[in-house]
């Protein structure tokens, strides 16, 4: 069991730019989550994948951000015309599949955006 | 709608001195709990979790947790905490059976003197 992997870590661009995160579950992990972190606060979720379904999106999940999960494993991230206001750490999380375990939620290192 | 709060900005403990670190939940129901911690440069760690049943939970790295239905509360304890217990910790809430959106409080820093 590796963990959840995230990557790039860092990511700097600029205003207007496109980024894409990718995110890496843990193995036969069917959950897969985003949230999203801004200095001093907690997570806030932005959207959930069950295998390769998009089952759940937050209204903070705007027209310029869409999520994928093309075959139910690893799971990208796009944000579009990034604006400043889109810095923030984006973190992903994955859980495993059945009743009762699925509610545990296991987070990776994150990825830190800045846009400048 | 639900939501989590956790009073204490930041708190500063000795070490070897006892934790308690707050938190206050708003839910229709008895909800699932859940403490994580996260250190600089790394992801968020489940401490520990209440589903249901007995209202004491014992989780990892020495923590536990009580469940107070009357008090919507599910305070985190350390009897006896080290140097490396120094991080945010983050207490969060997911409203029952088919919810998959976890609600986080704003967090509680922890810094420990010698």
């Known amino acids: 069991d590796t963990g959840v992997s995230q990557d790039p870590r860092h990511k700097i661009t600029k205003r207007g730019q496109n980024v894409t995160f990718r995110c890496d579950p843990i193995?036969?992990?069917?959950?897969l989550y985003w949230y999203r972190q801004t200095l001093g606060q907690g997570p806030e979720f932005l959207t959930y994948?069950?295998?390769?379904?998009?089952?759940?999106k937050s209204r903070l999940l705007s027209d310029r951000f869409s999520a994928e999960r093309p075959k139910g494993s690893f799971s990208t991230l796009e944000i579009q015309r990034t604006e400043q206001g889109d810095s923030a750490m984006y973190l992903c999380?994955?859980?495993?599949?059945?009743?009762?375990?699925?509610?545990?939620?296991?987070f990776g290192p994150g990825t830190r955006l800045t846009v400048t | 709608a639900q939501s989590v709060t956790q009073p204490d900005i930041h708190i500063t403990v000795s070490e070897g001195a006892s934790l308690e670190l707050r938190c206050n939940y708003s839910?229709?129901?008895?909800?699932?709990l859940f403490w994580y911690v996260q250190s600089p440069g790394q992801g968020l760690q489940l401490l520990l979790k209440?589903?249901?049943?007995?209202?004491l939970v014992q989780g990892i790295k020495g923590f536990e947790a009580e469940f107070k239905r009357s008090q919507s509360s599910f305070n985190l304890r350390k009897p006896s905490v080290h140097w490396s217990d120094a991080a945010e910790y983050f207490c969060?809430?997911?409203?029952?059976?088919?919810?998959?959106?976890?609600?986080f409080g704003t967090g509680t820093r922890l810094t420990i003197i010698p």
């Open positions: 839910y229709g129901a008895t909800p699932y």
């Open positions: 193995s036969e992990h069917n959950r």
């Open positions: 999380a994955s859980g495993p599949p059945g009743l009762g375990s699925s509610y545990e939620q296991y």
């Open positions: 209440y589903f249901s049943g007995d209202t």
């Open positions: 969060a809430l997911l409203g029952g059976f088919g919810n998959e959106k976890l609600t």
């Open positions: 994948f069950q295998n390769e379904a998009q089952l759940e």
